[in-house]
């Protein structure tokens, strides 16, 4: 069956360090990856898209890659600070159907 | 208002009650979707819209029943709820629900219902 999964439900790091989330998917070819942020009480806010096509993608302190030989994302938050705080979330997509979420790694970093 | 709105932001309710959960989206968007998010879970999808006919029923109980009017307003209807249903409601709006696009999805607040 297909699955996604979001390497730990819980990821502590220091300011100012690299924090690097990874989400891994079985039996899928998605055509792309979008990751997600969301914090408490709150909804999901979409943050990055890569195609399969494309191995990186960056945006401000945040970068993306996509290995399709590995099924597996990796995203990165640079010089995180506390207020990167939250839940992310991957999700993928089969043509033609709707986005499949991971459950999310919650990250807190700490100053 | 901007974006994607969803009331009540909060709801108890008894098992047997009726109850709708109501979400508004203000980006011109043709698709709307409705999502349980569970703790420890991740987001489920429930119904699609497109240009306000339903495109997917991901095998909910019919003691949930979608509505959408128009393709600006989504609603959610409850009735005799079971415990278990109790979670985040979500509902989300995109320029187009086929998925190859890869349009993203904006998201409202959510609603949290308890189920008592």
């Known amino acids: 069956s297909q699955k996604i999964e979001q390497n730990s439900e819980a990821l502590n790091i220091q300011e100012g360090k690299t924090a690097t989330l990874t989400c891994n998917y079985t039996?899928?070819?998605?055509?792309?990856l979008q990751w997600y942020r969301q914090d408490p009480g709150r909804g999901p806010v979409f943050l990055l898209l890569i195609r399969e096509n494309e191995k990186e993608k960056r945006k401000e302190r945040l970068k993306v890659t996509f290995d399709t030989t590995l099924k597996q994302s990796l995203f990165h938050i640079t010089a995180s600070q506390p207020a990167d705080s939250a839940t992310y979330l991957c999700?993928?997509?089969?043509?033609?159907?709707?986005?499949?979420f991971g459950k999310g790694t919650t990250l807190s970093v700490s100053s | 208002e901007t974006g994607v709105t969803q009331t009540p932001r909060h709801l108890v309710m008894g098992m047997t009650n009726k109850k709708s959960l109501k979400c508004e989206q203000h980006l011109g968007h043709n698709a709307m979707y409705w999502y349980k998010q569970s703790a420890k879970k991740p987001l489920e999808l429930m119904f699609v819209y497109n240009f306000k006919e339903q495109t997917e029923n991901n095998s909910v109980p019919s003691r949930f029943s979608p509505e959408c009017p128009n393709s600006s307003h989504l609603f959610l209807h409850l009735h005799t709820l079971q415990p278990e249903d109790s979670a985040l409601y979500l509902c989300a709006s995109s320029q187009e629900p086929r998925t190859e696009f890869g349009y993203e999805q904006y998201f409202g607040p959510g609603t949290r219902l308890t189920v008592t």
């Open positions: 999700a993928l997509n089969q043509a033609g159907t709707a986005l499949i």
């Open positions: 039996n899928y070819s998605p055509a792309y």
